[in-house]
C-alpha cells in the first residue's frame, strides 16, 4: 500500500480520502451500490482520482477489505497475545469464552466497519475471487491457524481436525449473523421485534453466547 501523507493543515492527503470515503459509503450501501462519483464528492477529489490512485473501483474495494482485515487481525491478535499471556501468568485454563470475545470484537468495533468486513467475507465465500484470496492469504489465514492453535488449548481432548470444523462453522455463523442487520432483518421479522439483530448488544451477547455452547458441546454421534 502506498504510504499516505498529511498537509500542514492536518488534511489527510487525497488517496486516503478517497480510502476513508469508500469505506464509510461501502458500509453504508455497499459496494456495488456505491458510484465512484459519490466516492469521489465525498473525498473531495476530482472524478479521475479513483483511477489515478487505485486503477479502479475493484482495486479501491479490495485495499478497503484488506484494510478492515488487517484492522481485524491486530485487534485480534493484540488481544489474543494478551489474554494467553495473562492466562499463562496465572496458571489458568485457556477459557473458550475469552477467545470467542477476542474473534467476534472486530465485528461490532465499530459495528458499521464490522458489517462491511462480514460482507467481504460473505463475498469471498459465495464469489472467491484472486482479489479476495490475497486477502485472505495475507492476513486472515495466519490469523486462523494462529487462533485454532489457542482453541485446540481450550480442550486437547478434541482432534485438531474437529477444532478446524467448529472454527469454520464458527465464521458461517458469525458472518450470516452481522450481514442481517437492517430494519427488517429476518430476526426481527420472525420474533415480531421480541428480538432484533440490529441491537448490536444484543447481537453480540446472544451470538457470543450461541457459539460459547455450539463450540463447547459435544460432536453429535
Known sequence: ??????????????????LIAAESLFAQKGVEKTSTREITAQAAVNVASVNYYFRSKEALAEEIFARLAERAMNMRLADLSAYMQAAESKGEPVRLEALIACFVRPYFEPTKTGQLFARFILQHRLQPSAMTKRVYDQYLDPFALEFIDALCRTDPHVPRAEWIWRYTLMIGTVV???????????????????AD?????ELKRNLTGFL???LSGKRAS
Open 197 to 201: 439483530a440490529a441491537r448490536s448488544d
Open 1 to 18: 500500500m502506498k504510504a499516505s501523507t498529511i498537509d500542514p493543515n492536518g488534511n489527510a492527503d487525497a488517496r486516503e480520502r478517497i
Open 176 to 194: 450470516l449473523a452481522v450481514t442481517d442487520t437492517t430494519a427488517d432483518n429476518r430476526l426481527a421479522t420472525l420474533s415480531k421485534g421480541m
Open 212 to 214: 460459547c455452547a455450539a
